[in-house]
Nanobody, 118 residues
């Protein structure tokens, strides 16, 4: 069983920065991809960013402001969020595609609140 534990959310003023972390714990797994999603009140969950062995990708709304990175030794993914805007306010969820070598499983973190004040 794999668990994802997120941290780093909080309240920040517009133009500020935050860094989210998501640590995967467990045994006997390897990571295919790690991703960040977000969900604002009354809106659908939105994909934010992905990191794989092949590189990174970002949603259009965060491109140039957010940076996703992974520390493979710690099985931890980070989301550095810069130039934050009020519209970035949401619950941010970590997602991992994890394989046991045969099957890829999908795991979600519990979410962490990010609030950007204007």
């Amino acid at each position: 069983q794999v668990q994802l534990v997120e941290s780093g959310g909080g309240l920040v003023q517009a133009g500020g920065s935050l860094r989210l972390s998501c640590a995967a714990s467990g045994s006997g797994f390897s990571i295919n991809s790690m991703n960040w999603y977000r969900q604002a009140p009354g809106k659908q969950r939105e994909w934010v960013a992905t990191v794989t062995s092949g590189g990174t990708n970002y949603g259009d709304s965060v491109k140039g402001r957010f940076n996703i990175s992974i520390d493979n030794a710690k099985n931890t993914v980070y989301l550095q969020m810069n130039s934050l805007k009020p519209e970035d306010t949401a619950v941010y969820y970590c997602h991992a595609g994890i394989t046991n070598g045969l099957v890829v499983f999908s795991y979600w973190g519990q979410g962490t609140q990010v609030t950007v004040s204007s």
